[in-house]
């Protein structure tokens, strides 16, 4: 059964396009990340909500912002895509932050292209 | 320094090979630390976490040396099914994941 899942799994946009990547989850956890990974590197993180309490990386561009309506959706939008843009996008999910049950459970992923 | 640095790689091995891969990490202070293996194009997946005391999981024994802020996986009797992507996970004080950019292995026939 799907714990995470991610949809699209496949996202083509144009250049300047805005653009929702949604993630949903089924295992009630406080926790939800996105990650950008782009190919042979490592997934990078680009914000976390814990509950409604939002993080962002001090690195994540302005670009790149996400919402989270309740505890089971996330969504990660792109307000104007670019080339660089394109990348396995990945939600995870976990428990809590911090202690033993941190484990991050992964969606599949969802792959941009921008054309 | 990396904050999280891995064995470059690739590691390609006969089947039935012992493999290890080594990890260091910058952070004194990180809490947490995991193997995650990842497929081509698939998600990361947990593999085992890692424990001050060492730990085995059949054929996988994870070690951690925190003087040295190392972490080590074994691999013994590899199998074609084995082949992935091996990525160090470190937590720190803020429980921020910081990835290894990954090892990839091939194991073959």
């Known amino acids: 059964d799907a714990m995470v899942i991610q949809n699209p799994r496949y996202q083509v946009t144009q250049f300047g396009k805005p653009v929702t990547l949604s993630c949903s989850q089924t295992l009630n956890h406080n926790v939800m990340y996105w990650y950008q990974q782009k190919s042979s590197q490592a997934p990078k993180l680009l914000f976390h909500y814990y509950d409604k309490d939002f993080n962002n990386e001090a690195d994540t561009p302005d670009n790149f912002q996400s919402r989270r309506p309740n505890t089971s959706f996330c969504f990660l939008d792109i307000r104007s895509p670019g080339l660089g843009d394109a990348a396995m996008y990945l939600c995870a999910t976990s428990r809590d932050p911090q202690g033993p049950s941190y484990e991050q459970y992964f969606g599949p992923g969802t792959r941009l292209t921008v054309t | 320094r990396k904050e999280v640095e891995q064995d470059p790689g690739p590691f390609n091995v006969p089947e039935g090979a012992t493999v290890a891969f080594n990890c260091t990490y910058s952070n004194s202070a990180s809490q947490s630390f995991f193997w995650y293996r990842q497929d081509c194009r698939k998600e990361p997946k947990l593999l085992m976490s890692?424990?001050?005391s060492g730990n085995e999981d059949g054929r996988f024994t994870a070690q951690l040396n925190r003087a040295s802020q190392y972490i080590s996986l074994l691999i013994r009797d590899s199998k074609l099914s084995d082949s992935a992507t091996y990525l160090c996970?470190?937590?720190?004080?803020?429980?921020?994941?910081?990835f290894g950019k990954g090892t990839l292995l091939t194991v073959n026939p």
């Open positions: 996970v470190v937590i720190g004080s803020n429980y921020k994941l910081t």
């Open positions: 890692v424990y001050s």
